[in-house]
Nanobody, 124 residues
Framework: QVQLVESGGGLVQAGGSLRLSCAAS????????MGWFRQAPGKEREFVAG????????YYADSVKGRFTISRDNAKNTVYLQMNSLKPEDTAVYYC?????????????????WGQGTQVTVSS
């Protein structure tokens, strides 16, 4: 129902920055939450950040708070993740996802639609 396409991943040195984009097909409902998750090799999929599409209200995992910023452009149906002060432990495949119930969940199973992921690699 909703197609999501991530972009902007790549290789960056520790301390550097990347900006990820997630383009959603169609118009995202004002009742939706859009989130970013990440999954490193051998680890569970981990919540990173979320944003309420209608209000722009944001919430973050403790591990990225103060370093990452989630935002959205309603006209472009796109959500962004600005990642600053990157650390090697940020290395993962990053996914955007949509939670239709708009609970503001941090649990992957509560999200309904997923993008294909984009690789972020942070070197020491």
């Amino acid at each position: 129902q909703v197609q999501l396409v991530e972009s902007g991943g790549g290789l960056v040195q520790a301390g550097g920055s990347l900006r990820l984009s997630c383009a959603a097909s169609g118009r995202t409902s004002s009742n939706y939450v859009m989130g970013w998750f990440r999954q490193a090799p051998g680890k569970e999929r981990e919540f990173v950040a979320g944003i309420r599409w209608g209000t722009g209200s944001t919430y973050y995992a403790d591990s990225v708070k103060g370093r990452f910023t989630i935002s959205r452009d309603n006209a472009k149906n796109t959500v962004y993740l600005q990642m600053n002060s990157l650390k090697p432990e940020d290395t993962a495949v990053y996914y955007c996802a949509v939670e239709k119930m708009a609970w503001g969940s941090r649990a992957a199973f509560e999200f309904d639609y997923w993008g294909q992921g984009t690789q972020v690699t942070v070197s020491s």
